[in-house]
């Protein structure tokens, strides 16, 4: 078990351009998440992953952000035409996906600072 | 809608202190509560986490945490702290996976940074 992984850990872009990240959960768990976290705040939830359905979005996933998980174990995450209040640590984090069951701990990747120039 | 507060943002321990963060939630049904602790730069690693049964649960690195469900805490207890303790932590709730609920989302505190003197 290698735990979640993700990439970049950094990235660096100019206003207006377009930037992808990458999430690799813990093999064989179902559920995926997007968090953002800014300076000084708490990790804020975007959006999950049951396998590949995207069943829930924050109010937070404007427009110009989308979440892919096509064959429901990596997932993406991309941001259009970024502006500087998007720069923040982008967190990536999975569970087991048990119905009914205890085991619904997420388990956190270590996060992609976005700085958006 | 649920919330976290954490009311203190900045605490500072001697080593060998006792040590408790607090963390008051809200939340309309029964809550599923976890303590996260993240390091500079670095994600969240799970401490513990409470969804039913014992109100007084153990972590990892020593950490315990006691739910009550009356005051809408879960405090996070020490008895002795550690200079590698230093670090951001968390307090999260989120709906039980028995609740039906249907979301998964986790609702976070915004932290309460702990720093360690030698």
């Known amino acids: 078990d290698t735990g979640v992984s993700q990439n970049p850990r950094h990235k660096i872009t100019k206003r207006g351009q377009n930037v992808t990240f990458r999430c690799d959960p813990i093999s064989e768990h179902n559920r995926l998440y997007w968090y953002r976290q800014t300076l000084g705040q708490g990790p804020e939830f975007l959006t999950y992953f049951q396998n590949e359905a995207q069943l829930e979005k924050s109010r937070l996933l404007s427009d110009r952000f989308s979440a892919e998980r096509p064959k429901g174990s990596f997932s993406t995450l991309e941001i259009q035409r970024t502006e500087q209040g998007d720069s923040a640590m982008y967190l990536c984090a999975s569970s087991p996906g048990l119905a009914g069951g205890p085991g619904e701990t997420q388990y956190f990747g270590p996060g992609t600072r976005l700085l958006v120039l | 809608a649920q919330s976290v507060t954490q009311p203190d943002i900045h605490i500072t321990v001697s080593e060998g202190a006792s040590l408790e963060l607090r963390c008051n939630y809200s939340y309309g049904a029964t809550p599923y509560l976890f303590w996260y602790v993240q390091s500079p730069g670095q994600g969240l690693q799970l401490l513990l986490k409470?969804?039913?049964?014992?109100?007084l649960v153990q972590g990892i690195k020593g950490f315990e945490a006691e739910f009550k469900r009356s005051q809408s805490s879960f405090n996070l207890r020490k008895p002795s702290v550690h200079w590698s303790d230093a670090a951001e932590y968390f307090c999260a709730v989120g709906p039980s996976p028995y609740s039906g609920a249907g979301s998964y989302q986790l609702t976070f505190g915004k932290g309460t940074k702990l720093s360690v003197i030698p």
């Open positions: 409470y969804f039913s049964g014992d109100t």
